[in-house]
């Protein structure tokens, strides 16, 4: 029982995500396409906005989530043995963890908070 709850609630995180990222990439590129960003400076100034600095963030976290989850399922479905299905999924989830936290630091950065 408690399987096919985490089963329904990955399925759930992974559609939220990907209407997340399905909004969130055509705005952004519509936005930078009418308001092209030419200057390092200009750049600095979009990204120290707090609303685009917390949208980056969630986009960072929502593509994180759901490659997870799409890493994850394949990994279960596809690699057999148990040892080498663990050693997987621990170092794919490490490398995300250490890509999330690399993207935060760079947008922390930007507002000059790390």
């Known amino acids: 029982m408690s399987q096919s709850i985490s089963g329904l609630r990955a399925w759930i995180f992974q559609r939220i995500t990907a209407i997340y990222l399905a909004v969130f990439v055509p705005i952004a590129l519509g936005y930078l396409l009418f308001f092209p960003v030419t200057s390092y400076q200009s750049w600095i100034e979009l990204l120290s906005s707090s609303w685009v600095n917390t949208s980056l963030l969630l986009f960072v976290f929502a593509i994180l989530l759901h490659g997870w989850i799409g890493i994850r399922d394949v990994v279960i479905d596809y690699v057999q043995p148990f040892p080498a299905r663990m050693m997987l999924l621990v ?24």
């Open 91 to 114: 170092l794919v989830g490490l490398g995300l963890i250490v890509c999330g936290v690399w993207a935060a630091r760079i947008l922390f950065n930007v507002k000059g908070v790390v």
